[in-house]
C-alpha cells in the first residue's frame, strides 16, 4: 500500500464522511477546544461524566480529514472510562504514532485508531490525530461536573 | 521573440527535483520563489572572493565587501526608482522591515488617539506590528474591509480616514487573494488627509515592476527570498527626510557616529537602521536575482503569467464544487480555492504524493479567511517559469482526489 493510501484508508474517510457522535451534546457537563496554530484548525469536544466516569462525547470539528477521523474514532471509544483509563489510552495512541515500526494491530484497546497508522509516515500530520485528545484529555479531569 | 519558458527553467536547477518518480510542479511561490543559478553563484562567490566584514575594514577583502554591499544597495534603489540609495535600509525581510516602521516612526510620530489604518487582507506581519504599537502608545488600529471579490471596499477607505489617520499601512499584492490594490490612489487620499503609507510589497516585486517615486508611497518593503534571492534579506524603502527624522530601530556597531557613556550620536539613514552585521551575501544575491529579472522582458513575464492564471482559472472552475477566492479584476498568478468535501491540508497532501507543491493552510491572513467564513484555502501560487502542463497536473491531481474523498 503506498503512504498515501495508509494514510487515507477507508476506514479514515468514511469517518472523516461520515462522522460519529458529532455535533453539540445536550447536557453535556464539560466542553473544551483544540487549536492548531499552524493551520488554524479548531476541534471542540463535549462530554458528560458522572463520577469521573464518561458517560457521553461528541465533538464539532473544523478539520481536516485525519482530525475529523480521529476525533469521530475517540467519541466511539470512551464511553464508561474512567479519566485515568482515558489518559492510558491517550498515550497508547501517541507511543503507536510516534513509533514509525510500531505494529499497533495487536493492540485491540485501540481499536478503529489503528487506521490512524499512515500518520507515522507524515509527522507533521500527528497534531492532526492528536488535536481532540489533548482537548478533552486535558481537561477531562478538572472539567467534570461543570464548564 | 516569444517567451521561452524551457530555457528560463533551465536557469532554475531545483526545478530538476524527483519527488518519488514525479517531476517536480512548485506552485507555491508565494511562501517563497526558486533561485536562478546565478543566485546561487552569487552566494557562493562571495564566500570564496569576497568575504569580510564591511564598514570597518581598510583590508582588500573588507574594501571589497563594502563595495559589494553597497553596490547592491544602488541596485536595490536603481530597481524601485528611488532618489537615492540611501533610501534604501537592508533587513531580514518584509517582517522585520515593517517592524522597524513600526518601532521608528511609531515613536516619533504616534500617540495615543492616533489612528493606523491596515485592512482586513494584511499578512500577520502588517496586523501585529501594529498591535503592539496600538497597545504601547495608545494609538487605534482600523481596517478597510473587503468586498466578495477581494477588492479593498474604497468607500469605506474614504469614510476611515481622517486627520486622525496617522499611517495607512496596506498590502500592494495579497498573498491569499492575489488582488493588486490600487495602491496610487491609496496614497494620494492619504496625502491629502496628511496621512504617511506604508506599502507591504513581498507579493509584488516578484510580478511586476514597482516605482516608489511613481507610487509617491512614504515607506515600502518587501523579502529578497519571494524575489528569487535568498531568504534572510530584504529592504525597506522610506523617502530620505521621513527617515532621517525617525530615531534608530535596534542599537548597536555600525549605525552610530560616535559613542561616549554620556551621549550616543547615530549615523545618517541608511546607516542608522542598520544595527550590526548584516546579511552581505544575501544583500548581494539579491541584487544578483533583480540583475536577473532586468535582463528579462518583465512584459513577457507578465504577460506569460497571466496567460497561467486565465488557464488555471479556466480549467479550476470547471471542477464540481471547487470555489476560487479572489476574483478580483486586477491580480496576479495566484490561485486560493477550497474543493467541497475536501479539507485543504488533505488535498495538499495528496497533490504532494504527485509531487505537486501548494500551500494549504490560513496563509498568515487569518483574519481574511475568517471574513469569508472558512479557515484554510489551497492556493497554487504561480511563477513566469510556471508552464500550463504543471496547471494540468494540477488539474489532473484535484480530479482524483475528488473520486478518492467522494
Ligand atoms: C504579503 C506578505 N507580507 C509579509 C510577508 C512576510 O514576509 P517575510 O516572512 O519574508 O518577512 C509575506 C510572506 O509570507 C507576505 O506574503
Avoid at chain 2, 55 to 73: C, I, N, P
Wanted: a negative charge; proline letters at 3%; hydrophobic letters at 40%.
Amino acid at each position: 500500500m503506498s503512504d498515501l493510501l495508509q494514510l487515507y484508508q477507508d476506514i479514515i474517510l468514511n469517518h472523516n464522511k461520515r462522522p460519529l457522535n458529532y455535533g453539540e451534546l445536550d447536557g453535556h457537563t464539560g466542553k473544551a477546544q483544540a487549536h492548531n496554530p499552524l493551520c488554524g484548525d479548531n476541534v471542540t469536544v463535549y462530554w458528560k461524566s458522572v463520577d469521573d466516569i464518561l458517560t457521553g462525547i461528541t465533538f464539532e470539528a473544523q478539520g481536516c480529514a485525519i482530525s475529523r477521523a480521529s476525533a469521530s474514532i475517540m467519541t466511539g471509544l470512551l464511553n464508561g472510562k474512567s479519566s485515568e483509563e482515558i489518559k492510558d489510552l491517550f498515550s497508547k495512541l501517541l507511543g503507536f504514532l510516534l513509533d514509525p515500526d510500531s505494529e499497533a494491530t495487536m493492540d485491540e484497546q485501540l481499536g478503529d485508531l489503528v487506521a490512524l497508522s499512515g500518520v507515522r509516515k507524515y509527522p507533521a500530520r500527528i497534531k492532526c490525530a492528536t488535536l481532540a485528545w489533548h482537548a478533552l484529555v486535558d481537561n477531562v479531569s478538572k472539567a467534570s461536573g461543570g464548564e | 521573440m516569444s517567451f521561452d519558458v524551457a530555457s528560463i527553467r533551465k536557469e532554475f536547477p531545483i526545478l530538476k527535483t524527483l519527488v518519488g518518480k514525479k517531476p517536480l510542479v512548485y506552485l507555491d511561490n508565494a511562501a517563497t520563489t526558486q533561485k536562478p543559478r546565478r543566485v546561487i553563484q552569487a552566494l557562493e562567490s562571495y564566500y570564496t572572493e569576497t568575504n569580510a566584514n564591511i564598514h570597518r575594514g581598510v583590508h582588500y577583502l573588507a574594501e571589497r565587501a563594502t563595495e559589494a554591499y553597497e553596490e547592491a544597495r544602488r541596485v536595490v534603489a536603481r530597481f524601485l526608482n528611488a532618489g537615492t540609495e540611501d533610501e534604501v535600509i537592508f533587513v531580514r525581510g518584509t517582517t522585520e522591515g515593517i517592524n522597524l516602521i513600526a518601532h521608528s516612526f511609531g515613536k516619533r510620530f504616534i500617540e495615543s488617539g492616533d489612528e493606523i489604518l491596515i485592512s482586513t487582507m494584511e499578512h500577520h506581519a502588517n496586523i501585529v506590528p501594529w498591535q503592539l504599537l496600538c497597545e504601547s502608545t495608545g494609538a487605534i488600529l482600523k481596517v478597510i474591509p473587503v468586498s466578495d471579490a477581494g477588492e479593498l471596499d474604497m468607500e469605506a477607505f474614504d469614510q476611515l480616514l481622517s486627520e486622525r489617520t496617522k499611517l495607512v499601512s496596506v498590502v500592494h499584492v495579497s498573498n491569499s487573494l492575489g488582488t493588486i490594490n490600487p495602491v496610487k490612489t491609496i496614497v494620494e487620499k492619504s496625502h491629502a488627509a496628511g496621512a504617511k503609507v506604508l506599502l507591504d510589497g513581498a507579493q509584488a516585486v516578484g510580478h511586476f515592476l514597482v516605482d516608489v517615486r511613481d507610487l509617491d508611497c512614504d515607506f515600502y518593503v518587501f523579502s529578497g527570498h519571494k524575489l528569487f534571492g535568498a531568504t534572510g534579506i530584504g529592504a525597506v524603502y522610506g523617502k530620505y527626510d521621513m527617515l532621517d527624522s525617525l530615531p534608530p530601530y535596534q542599537g548597536g556597531g555600525d549605525m552610530i557616529s560616535q559613542v561616549t557613556f554620556e551621549k550616543t550620536t547615530y549615523k545618517a539613514p541608511p546607516g542608522r537602521f542598520e544595527a550590526g552585521t548584516p546579511h552581505i551575501a544575501g544583500a548581494i544575491a539579491m541584487a544578483e536575482a533583480i540583475h536577473y529579472l532586468n535582463e528579462l522582458d518583465r512584459t513577457d513575464l507578465i504577460s506569460h503569467e497571466h496567460d497561467l492564471l486565465e488557464y488555471a482559472t479556466g480549467s479550476l472552475s470547471e471542477l464540481d464544487g471547487l470555489k476560487i477566492y479572489g476574483t478580483a479584476a486586477e491580480k496576479v498568478s495566484l490561485l486560493s480555492f477550497t474543493m467541497e468535501g475536501t479539507h485543504p491540508h488533505d488535498i495538499a497532501t495528496v497533490l504532494d504524493a504527485d509531487g505537486i507543491a501548494i500551500r494549504a493552510g490560513h496563509h498568515c491572513t487569518q483574519p481574511l479567511l475568517q471574513r469569508y467564513g472558512i479557515s484554510a484555502t489551497g492556493r497554487a501560487s504561480l511563477a513566469f517559469y510556471n508552464t500550463r502542463e504543471e496547471i494540468d497536473k494540477l488539474v489532473e491531481s484535484l480530479k482524483k482526489i475528488q473520486v478518492l474523498f467522494a
